[in-house]
Nanobody, 123 residues
Framework: QVQLVESGGGLVQAGGSLRLSCVASGRTDSNYAMGWFRQAPGQGREFAAAISQNGRIIYYADVVKGRFTISRDNAKNTVYLQMNSLKPEDTAVYYC????????????????WGQGTQVTVSS
């Protein structure tokens, strides 16, 4: 079992930056792919970014590619999402997710979720 706690959300103006953090506890033996998803008001949850267990494989949704950067520090059991050049359409609750097994499966079948952190981008 893994528990995930996100932080770092807030209100920012368009063009600004935020850095989200997600701290994992419980079975944190670094055998989990990690990812970030988001859910805008009235919409379904969508994938944003993911990183493999050793951090060597990273992929992004097209809508955030070039603006967001995912990274992880396994010594701190923490994954980050650096968000730059934010747009009002990035407004959403951002969720951290974890998945054991093949890293490529986290996008379709995340295993554990955090409680989410609100990001609001004003125009």
């Amino acid at each position: 079992q893994v528990q995930l706690v996100e932080s770092g959300g807030g209100l920012v103006q368009a063009g600004g930056s935020l850095r989200l953090s997600c701290v994992a506890s419980g079975r944190t033996d670094s055998n989990y792919a990690m990812g970030w998803f988001r859910q805008a008001p009235g919409q379904g949850r969508e994938f944003a970014a993911a990183i493999s267990q050793n951090g060597r494989i990273i992929y992004y949704a097209d809508v955030v590619k070039g603006r967001f950067t995912i990274s992880r520090d396994n010594a701190k059991n923490t994954v980050y999402l650096q968000m730059n050049s934010l747009k009002p359409e990035d407004t959403a609750v951002y969720y951290c997710a974890a998945k054991s097994g093949p890293w490529s499966t986290i996008r379709a079948t995340p295993e554990y979720w955090g409680q989410g952190t609100q990001v609001t981008v004003s125009s």
